[in-house]
């Protein structure tokens, strides 16, 4: 181990915990689908306003938590996510105990801004906490934890609630265990030494020289002006949308088709990621960049949804799960390309590539819409072919546009 990743060892070690915190809270989210849809007695679309009122937030709080990094740096937007998930779990705890959805639903709202204030804080710090050309390799490590931690967040939840004698008073006790969990992991951030670290161009009182690029972004008004970046907010609105209707469908799929043990899918989904973001550890970037990455990504997932349409539906869930594969490396990819050469602009960036994530919860929805109006979870899944298709036209295209 050179000095350099020495280094590094601290702040990543304490970027796996974060990265875990929220894979555990989209794991939350997955669990509820079929959950609150049997306690509630509700339709697939409206089950799937559990992952809409969470993602609705990364619309109204995205660019405000930029703003708010801008002022307290990374770390301080850490701590302050960490605050608002442990209001968000001790909210779910109450909602459930009062049998009251609309406030589920704004317990999971708050839920949504703390991911989006966690994600606009980490992604950008580990993206720029070493070489730009490796920050797919780092993104892909935080994913392996963060992928883990959504896998057994259905189990652990498992453990208090029974899917066939659904009771939301079940979960009172649990949550407000997380709740006192995720605080005092908020406290520990709030001490954990990590060092104040900046993207190139990004102080721009500072007397340096910067490349060409760096400084046409400094010298711009509106961040709306910088090409690269909106595309990058679009493919990062599909890369969730597509991510989060595997990971959250695949359950609810099993279910339907019958199988048994089907809470455990998520695993398939989760796993099959697993191994994209190993992949990427071992390849990116001596033998494979993260653009290449990002294409082949895009390719496989288009590849898939055409699959899924043909096979019989019990194999089709399989194919499903390797929505995982397919995504692993697509974020991990998406935020370098999306904030390479934004300079003053970067916090504000991160803020707004954090708006993307708003896809989480509208495609899902459409899915569950399509479900409903097709009778079929397995022909639904066409919905994620235009995403794909988008994701593909940045890698190979859209990234690459820059402001003059």
């Not at 959950?35 to 306003?49: D, P």
């Not at 896998?151 to 652990?156: G, T, Y």
């Amino acid at each position: 181990m050179n000095k350099t990743q020495k280094t590094l060892l601290v702040p990543m070690m304490i970027m796996i915990g974060m990265f875990s915190v929220l894979g555990f809270a989209v794991g939350i989210d997955a669990f509820f689908i079929p959950f609150v849809k049997k306690a509630f007695g509700i339709s697939n679309t409206m089950s799937y306003l559990v992952l809409t009122a969470t993602y609705s937030s990364f619309v109204i709080f995205s660019v405000p938590s930029g703003v708010l990094i801008k002022r307290v740096g990374y770390k301080g937007g850490m701590v302050s996510a960490f605050g608002l998930l442990a209001v968000s779990f001790f909210l779910v705890g109450l909602a459930a105990n009062m049998h009251n959805y609309p406030l589920f639903l704004g317990a999971l709202f708050v839920n949504g801004m703390g991911r989006v204030l966690l994600n606009a804080a980490v992604n950008p710090y580990i993206t720029i906490l070493g070489p730009t050309e490796s920050a797919a390799k780092r993104i892909s490590i935080m994913g392996i934890s963060n992928k883990i931690s959504y896998a057994v967040a259905s189990l652990i939840l498992a453990m208090f609630l029974n899917l066939s004698d659904v009771r939301m008073e079940d979960t009172t006790v649990p949550f407000y265990i997380i709740a006192a969990i995720v605080l005092v992991m908020g406290l520990a951030s709030f001490f954990a030494p990590l060092p104040d670290i900046k993207a190139e161009g990004e102080d721009a009182s500072a007397d340096e020289t910067v490349s060409k690029n760096v400084a046409v972004a400094n010298s711009k008004k509106s961040i709306l002006q910088l090409p690269h970046l909106v595309l990058g907010v679009l493919a990062y609105f599909f890369y969730t949308g597509v991510e989060v209707t595997a990971l959250s469908s695949i359950n609810h799929y099993a279910s339907e088709l019958g199988l048994s043990n089907p809470q455990n899918y998520v695993w398939y989904a989760s796993g099959s990621m697993i191994i994209g973001y190993i992949l990427g550890v071992i390849l990116i970037p001596k033998r494979l960049s993260q653009i290449m990455a990002l294409r082949l990504s895009a390719a496989l997932g288009i590849v898939l949804c055409i699959v899924i349409l043909l096979v019989p539906s019990n194999i089709s869930i399989y194919f499903v799960a390797l929505f995982g594969l397919a995504n692993a490396l697509i974020l991990p990819a998406i935020w370098p390309l999306s904030l390479a050469d934004l300079g003053k602009f970067t916090k504000l960036g991160s803020g707004l590539l954090v708006t993307g994530g708003l896809g989480g919860g509208i495609i899902p929805l459409v899915y569950g819409m399509a479900v409903d109006a097709i009778s079929s979870s397995q022909l639904a899944y066409i919905v994620c072919l235009l995403p794909y298709v988008f994701i593909l036209y940045f890698g190979l295209h859209g990234y690459k546009l820059r402001a003059k």
